[in-house]
C-alpha cells in the first residue's frame, strides 16, 4: 500500500534560518502530493500542493518539488518566522478503486524561536 | 465560504459509555472524511464517503464504531461503547467530487477524552 515517511521532530530554528522537512513516499500510481500546516489550536488546512512530476508547489514562502526520481516531496524556505511554528504534515493522494485515497505522514513539529 | 463545520470541540467521557460527533462539510463538497489524530500521529482515515455512500471504511472499528451520512450533506460518527484508546482529535474533512488532485478542507476537529 501507499506510505508516507517524514523526518521526525520536533525541529527548533532561529528566525531567519533555512527550513527544510524531508518527506519520501512510495506509491503505486501516479499521486498528488500535498504539504498541510496545523497551527496551534487550529485544523489542517493546505500549505502547497503539485499534482505531477517536477511541478514545484509554492505558498507563502514554502516551496516544495515532486521528484518522482527520488520518490520525494521535501519541504523548503529560506526564512522563517515565528508565525512559522506549527506542525507540517506531507500526504499523497491518489485514485484507488474509482475514489481519491489519501495517506498522511506523521507530521513535523516546527518551533521557530526569535 | 463557510468552512466545515465540527461539534462538539471537546468531549470528555468514561469508558463504556457511548459518544456521537456531527460533521457539516463545505457545501457542494461530494467527498467527507472522517479521521482519527491520536496526539504526535498523522491522521487516520476511518471512513470515507462519496455523496451518502460508503467508499471505504476499511480501518473503522465496526464493533464499536459507526458512521453516516444523511442526505448525502451531514454527517455524525458515533462510538459505542468508548474505549480508553479512542482518546484522540477526530478530525471531518470535505473536497471536491473524487479526483486526487483535489485537496481537503478539515473542520477544527474534536478532541475526545476518555476517562
Known amino acids: 500500500g501507499n506510505s508516507v515517511t517524514q523526518m521526525e521532530g520536533p525541529v527548533t530554528l532561529s528566525e531567519e534560518a533555512f527550513l527544510t522537512i524531508n518527506c519520501t513516499y512510495t506509491a503505486t500510481g501516479y499521486p498528488s502530493l500535498f504539504w498541510y500546516v496545523q497551527y496551534p489550536g487550529e485544523g489542517l488546512q493546505l500549505l502547497l500542493k503539485?499534482?505531477?512530476?517536477?511541478d514545484k508547489g509554492s505558498n507563502k514562502g514554502f516551496e516544495a518539488t515532486y521528484r518522482k526520481e527520488t520518490t520525494s516531496f521535501h519541504l523548503e524556505k529560506g526564512s522563517v518566522q515565528v508565525s512559522d511554528s506549527a506542525v507540517y504534515f506531507c500526504a499523497l493522494s491518489d485514485q484507488s478503486g474509482g475514489y481519491q485515497k489519501v495517506t498522511f505522514g506523521t507530521g513535523t513539529k516546527l518551533q521557530v524561536i526569535p | 465560504e463557510a468552512g466545515v463545520a465540527q461539534s462538539p470541540r471537546y468531549k470528555i467521557i468514561e469508558k463504556r459509555q457511548s459518544v456521537a460527533f456531527w460533521c457539516n462539510p463545505i457545501?457542494?463538497?461530494?467527498?467527507l472524511y472522517w479521521y482519527q489524530q491520536i496526539l504526535g500521529q498523522g491522521p487516520k482515515l476511518l471512513i470515507q464517503f462519496q455523496n451518502n455512500g460508503v467508499v471505504d471504511d476499511s480501518q473503522l472499528p465496526k464493533d464499536r464504531f459507526s458512521a453516516e451520512r444523511l442526505k448525502g450533506v451531514d454527517s455524525t460518527l458515533k462510538i459505542q461503547p468508548a474505549k480508553l484508546e479512542d482518546s484522540a482529535v477526530y478530525l471531518c474533512?470535505?473536497?471536491?467530487?473524487?479526483?486526487?488532485?483535489?485537496?481537503?478542507?478539515f473542520g477544527p476537529g474534536t478532541r475526545l477524552t476518555v476517562l
Open positions: 503539485a499534482t505531477k512530476a517536477d
Open positions: 474533512a470535505s473536497s471536491w467530487e473524487r479526483d486526487s488532485y483535489n485537496e481537503q478542507f
Open positions: 457545501s457542494g463538497h461530494a467527498t
